[in-house]
């Protein structure tokens, strides 16, 4: 084993990549190692470098070939395949392996090895099949046994704990591969005793004195299948006969066992544990999947500014993802709301009044400002956590989900989000249709489809079209027994109310301003609805003295 590959093996890359530096003339094979030492401890692309070489040794090549014939070339191509699986560049990566696998037989056994589990985790990543029946076909005509791969690597003085990690994820590729295709199959019966039979081929004692330890390779798809059948007990089982229990796929499942069960402190210090485990800073394949769910974790405990900090950056990494998208917009949201509350208590002399302005003889008050008006009056420099880049998330998801049945629910999710954001940034119409596509679907829950039909009505209203929110209105109250729901009543109320308003039936107003007088009366949303309505019928004695009641009646 050279010099180099003992630093590289033993994990010394600042000491390699100074030998590296030193090299005055270096050649192709040492400026390869160089730009993946480099990577390895910065996270810096090596493409740029690897594309350079390739493109040298194409110019190089004197007789016009796909396939040039230097030592080195295989690897480059292989290495570029590998980076832009990582980044999650599939296209690129899936070009480059079609390349790659049209001169399978120009290759050294050991990367046409490596290209094949590539292309299997590709296919267990993106559903990608198009070479996968090369790849088990190669493994199995030129690695009929373990024995077969450990001596072939061996002689290549590859590191031992490297060999026997590669040998292990050669043995249980097929598991890994038909264990991904079932769980993004839909569960029926079928798939349920399929993922019950896989999972019978090991028994798995719940003794931990007498359990067998597995290696991680197949520790992985086994616990993915315990989780797709919802058994937690067999899931958690699985993950503790891991025979590296730190390794950061381990800490990662041990993290969703707890977010799973809403235990989300101890969720978070495995997810960081994992994520932490990371050679460099890099947020890439399989990294970003650590950082996805430290992000729902923080979302879950009500942390949303810390939450988008790690689901923001890997956008680029999970662009297709609907859910990403959709939690992206639960991050803002939430913010948004924390934000305007916290801006009321700081700008505001109470819920109801902005600003108390006195003279000698006369006291004047300020209303306050509608919730985004204030949030972008006072919103922090540099920040994506605005309405707009919400509402792109919303519809980003929506386009994502299409009409798959599977993803129905990430829609509707979606879709409400929207149809609020909407109105926030006062597109009615928008509003108005995304709360009626959720509300006509019958699969959606009762207060999913109460808040559809507001955000739809309300929506309407802001667009003048008052008979039609008036219409949504009275049919959920038919629809609805809202005396059993405190909060939906004065919702309900409140926005039939505006709609009286603004139709000008004082008699609808007067009634449902009433309701909430007798539910609650310290309702900030009910007293300025109550003062606008005595405003618009120019009673001012009455709107500050429903002012100043609630001012009397509330210490804040």
């Given at each position: 084993?050279?010099?180099?590959?003992?630093?590289?093996?033993?994990?010394?890359?600042?000491?390699?990549?100074?030998?590296?530096?030193?090299?005055?003339?270096?050649?192709?094979?040492?400026?390869?190692?160089?730009?993946?030492?480099?990577?390895?401890?910065?996270?810096?692309?090596?493409?740029?470098?690897?594309?350079?070489?390739?493109?040298?040794?194409?110019?190089?090549?004197?007789?016009?070939?796909?396939?040039?014939?230097?030592?080195?070339?295989?690897?480059?191509?292989?290495?570029?395949?590998?980076?832009?699986?990582?980044?999650?560049?599939?296209?690129?990566?899936?070009?480059?392996?079609?390349?790659?696998?049209?001169?399978?037989?120009?290759?050294?056994?050991?990367?046409?090895?490596?290209?094949?589990?590539?292309?299997?985790?590709?296919?267990?990543?993106?559903?990608?099949?198009?070479?996968?029946?090369?790849?088990?076909?190669?493994?199995?005509?030129?690695?009929?046994?373990?024995?077969?791969?450990?001596?072939?690597?061996?002689?290549?003085?590859?590191?031992?704990?490297?060999?026997?990690?590669?040998?292990?994820?050669?043995?249980?590729?097929?598991?890994?591969?038909?264990?991904?295709?079932?769980?993004?199959?839909?569960?029926?019966?079928?798939?349920?005793?399929?993922?019950?039979?896989?999972?019978?081929?090991?028994?798995?004692?719940?003794?931990?004195?007498?359990?067998?330890?597995?290696?991680?390779a197949q520790v992985l798809p086994l616990a993915c299948a315990a989780l797709r059948l919802g058994d937690q007990m067999r899931f958690q089982?699985?993950?503790?006969?891991?025979?590296?229990?730190?390794?950061?796929?381990?800490?990662?499942?041990?993290?969703?066992?707890?977010?799973?069960?809403?235990?989300?402190?101890?969720?978070?210090?495995?997810?960081?544990?994992?994520?932490?485990?990371?050679?460099?800073?890099?947020?890439?394949?399989?990294?970003?999947?650590?950082?996805?769910?430290?992000?729902?974790?923080?979302?879950?405990?009500?942390?949303?500014?810390?939450?988008?900090?790690?689901?923001?950056?890997?956008?680029?990494?999970?662009?297709?993802?609907?859910?990403?998208?959709?939690?992206?917009?639960?991050?803002?949201?939430?913010?948004?709301?924390?934000?305007?509350?916290?801006?009321?208590?700081?700008?505001?002399?109470?819920?109801?009044?902005?600003?108390?302005?006195?003279?000698?003889?006369?006291?004047?008050?300020?209303?306050?400002?509608?919730?985004?008006?204030?949030?972008?009056?006072?919103?922090?420099?540099?920040?994506?956590?605005?309405?707009?880049?919400?509402?792109?998330?919303?519809?980003?998801?929506?386009?994502?989900?299409?009409?798959?049945?599977?993803?129905?629910?990430?829609?509707?999710?979606?879709?409400?989000?929207?149809?609020?954001?909407?109105?926030?940034?006062?597109?009615?119409?928008?509003?108005?249709?995304?709360?009626?596509?959720?509300?006509?679907?019958?699969?959606?829950?009762?207060?999913?489809?109460?808040?559809?039909?507001?955000?739809?009505?309300?929506?309407?209203?802001?667009?003048?079209?008052?008979?039609?929110?008036?219409?949504?209105?009275?049919?959920?109250?038919?629809?609805?027994?809202?005396?059993?729901?405190?909060?939906?009543?004065?919702?309900?109320?409140?926005?039939?109310?505006?709609?009286?308003?603004?139709?000008?039936?004082?008699?609808?107003?007067?009634?449902?301003?009433?309701?909430?007088?007798?539910?609650?009366?310290?309702?900030?949303?009910?007293?300025?609805?109550?003062?606008?309505?005595?405003?618009?019928?120019?009673?001012?004695?009455?709107?500050?003295?429903?002012?100043?009641?609630?001012?009397?009646?509330?210490?804040?």
């Amino acid at each position: 084993m050279s010099v180099y590959q003992q630093l590289f093996y033993h994990g010394k890359y600042d000491k390699l990549l100074n030998e590296l530096l030193a090299i005055q003339d270096r050649s192709v094979q040492e400026t390869h190692n160089l730009a993946i030492t480099r990577y390895l401890i910065t996270g810096d692309s090596p493409l740029p470098e690897l594309q350079k070489l390739v493109d040298s040794i194409k110019a190089e090549t004197l007789a016009q070939t796909s396939w040039p014939t230097h030592p080195s070339y295989a690897l480059l191509m292989y290495h570029i395949c590998l980076y832009y699986f990582r980044s999650s560049n599939y296209q690129n990566c899936i070009k480059n392996l079609n390349n790659i696998w049209a001169n399978i037989d120009k290759i050294d056994k050991v990367i046409g090895l490596c290209v094949s589990l590539l292309t299997i985790e590709l296919a267990i990543r993106t559903g990608e099949n198009e070479n996968i029946e090369k790849a088990f076909n190669f493994i199995q005509s030129n690695f009929q046994t373990p024995e077969s791969i450990t001596s072939l690597l061996a002689s290549k003085n590859i590191d031992g704990q490297i060999v026997k990690e590669i040998s292990q994820n050669v043995q249980y590729a097929k598991l890994r591969y038909d264990v991904s295709q079932l769980i993004n199959k839909p569960m029926d019966e079928e798939v349920r005793n399929q993922l019950e039979e896989i999972l019978s081929q090991k028994e798995i004692t719940p003794d931990s004195k007498n359990r067998s330890p597995m290696s991680i390779a197949q520790v992985l798809p086994l616990a993915c299948a315990a989780l797709r059948l919802g058994d937690q007990m067999r899931f958690q089982t699985v993950l503790e006969t891991a025979d590296d229990a730190v390794n950061f796929s381990i800490l990662n499942n041990r993290g969703i066992s707890e977010l799973l069960q809403k235990r989300y402190s101890s969720a978070l210090l495995h997810f960081t544990k994992s994520l932490n485990s990371r050679p460099n800073n890099e947020l890439i394949y399989p990294y970003h999947q650590v950082a996805y769910n430290l992000g729902i974790s923080l979302l879950m405990k009500h942390q949303p500014q810390n939450a988008f900090q790690f689901l923001y950056p890997i956008i680029p990494l999970m662009s297709r993802s609907p859910y990403l998208w959709l939690r992206l917009a639960e991050c803002i949201v939430m913010y948004y709301k924390d934000r305007i509350q916290e801006l009321r208590k700081q700008t505001q002399v109470n819920s109801v009044i902005a600003k108390k302005l006195s003279t000698e003889s006369r006291t004047f008050y300020i209303l306050p400002l509608p919730d985004n008006k204030l949030f972008d009056q006072y919103k922090t420099q540099n920040s994506n956590m605005t309405l707009e880049f919400a509402e792109k998330c919303t519809r980003n998801a929506i386009t994502l989900c299409g009409y798959n049945p599977q993803l129905n629910s990430v829609r509707r999710a979606s879709e409400l989000l929207c149809s609020f954001i909407s109105l926030e940034l006062g597109d009615g119409k928008r509003a108005a249709d995304m709360g009626k596509t959720v509300t006509a679907d019958n699969t959606v829950d009762n207060q999913q489809k109460f808040l559809a039909k507001i955000y739809s009505a309300q929506g309407h209203l802001m667009v003048g079209e008052s008979e039609e929110s008036s219409k949504i209105l009275s049919r959920l109250l038919i629809e609805n027994d809202l005396k059993k729901e405190k909060d939906q009543l004065i919702r309900h109320a409140l926005t039939f109310a505006r709609v009286g308003m603004a139709t000008n039936d004082t008699k609808r107003v007067e009634n449902q301003l009433q309701k909430v007088s007798d539910t609650d009366q310290k309702k900030p949303e009910w007293v300025l609805t109550n003062i606008a309505f005595e405003l618009q019928r120019r009673h001012v004695r009455q709107a500050h003295q429903i002012l100043l009641n609630y001012c009397n009646s509330n210490t804040e």
